[in-house]
């Protein structure tokens, strides 16, 4: 059994499915890899702006 | 004035042959599309990410849909089936069964459901490079 930390399985998700994007939504290699990194700062991003906004709502 | 009749073009090299073997086999067996294309590192990367997120959802004690009793039920489970050959394999195996008590086991059905999404994303994909619509 693994118990990963949330924020590890953020990254997880997020390097898996912007893998996948990356492949299936351009056409060449470096564009492939452009996008992929793009979608992959964009998940982790979101994810670190939106757990501020919870916790300063929360406070 | 006599105009010529609209002929069917001939069938491109890229359209001959089964055109949905690599959508169902890319479905089947994730990465398997663009192998059969030979895109092998495209293949390879699509396989390790696809299959490297459903074991880590069944590793982080995710459940495999078996029942469809409710709406949510019938979604979670057709993205299950997006899995393929894999998703039958965990159900024969009995993999996820367990009842989800963490956070983190919710967390690893969600994996399992969006490897299965993402797969078929990618059989789509090889089936477009099949048929010459992406290169």
């Known amino acids: 059994m693994t118990h990963p930390s949330h924020f590890l399985a953020v990254l997880l998700f997020a390097l898996f499915a912007s893998t996948v994007f990356g492949i299936t939504m351009r056409d060449t290699p470096p564009k492939m890899f452009r996008y992929g990194a793009y979608c992959f700062v964009l998940f982790v991003g979101s994810v670190i702006v939106f757990s501020w906004v919870m916790f300063l709502i929360a406070r | ?135």
């Open chain 2, 1 to 135: 004035m006599a105009t010529t009749p609209n002929k069917p073009a001939p069938p491109k090299a890229s359209e001959k042959g089964l055109v949905y073997f690599p959508l169902i086999a890319g479905w089947l067996v994730p990465g398997a599309g663009h192998f059969l294309l030979g895109k092998w590192i495209r293949g390879t990367l699509l396989a390790v990410s696809i299959i490297a997120m459903f074991a880590v959802g069944l590793a982080m004690q995710g459940q495999l849909h078996t029942s469809a009793q409710d709406l949510l039920d019938v979604l979670g489970m057709a993205g299950d089936l997006g899995n393929g050959l894999l998703y039958f394999l965990g159900r024969a195996a009995g993999w996820g069964t367990q009842p989800v008590q963490t956070t983190v086991a919710d967390y690893g059905t969600k994996f399992i459901v969006v490897a299965g999404l993402l797969n078929i994303i990618a059989a789509v994909d090889a089936h477009n490079l099949r048929t010459g619509r992406k290169s």
